[in-house]
């Protein structure tokens, strides 16, 4: 939620979202609608950034995903239902789909070096 409120005040024009376990389904439901019409390509212009936990890793489908931004290394490598590294390869799975190239960029910091081993 920091984060998104970070970009929503910034001057970039991009609007964001987040999804996660202590939303409301139908805030959820709406947060993805609308980050679906922006990937499809907006009318306005707007970029899309939708912020989210292992929430959004499985079973979400969203064609024109060109990037995906890991920026919690280690909660994603030890979270979801079976954890490690095949969480973090649903997580970054989301972009390049359907033939599409898409780029995945993780965030790795020194607090993040004992979560790898």
């Not at 991009?14 to 609308?34: P, Y």
């Not at 919690?72 to 490598?77: E, I, K, N, S, V």
């Not at 780029?103 to 790898?116: I, M, P, Q, V």
């Amino acid at each position: 939620d920091d984060l998104n409120w970070a970009l929503q005040k910034s001057d970039l024009g991009i609007w964001c979202k987040t999804i996660h376990s202590g939303k409301e389904q139908w805030d959820r439901d709406e947060a993805l609608a609308r980050f679906r019409e922006l990937t499809k390509g907006s009318r306005d212009g707007k970029r899309g950034v939708l912020i989210a936990t292992d929430v959004a890793s499985r079973g979400l489908d969203i064609p024109g995903v060109a990037l995906v931004v890991i920026y919690d290394f280690g909660r994603a490598l030890h979270s979801g239902q079976n954890g490690g590294v095949e969480s973090y390869v649903h997580r970054i799975g989301r972009t390049g789909r359907a033939g599409k190239s898409g780029r995945a960029f993780t965030l790795f910091t020194r607090r993040d070096c004992g979560a790898w081993e």
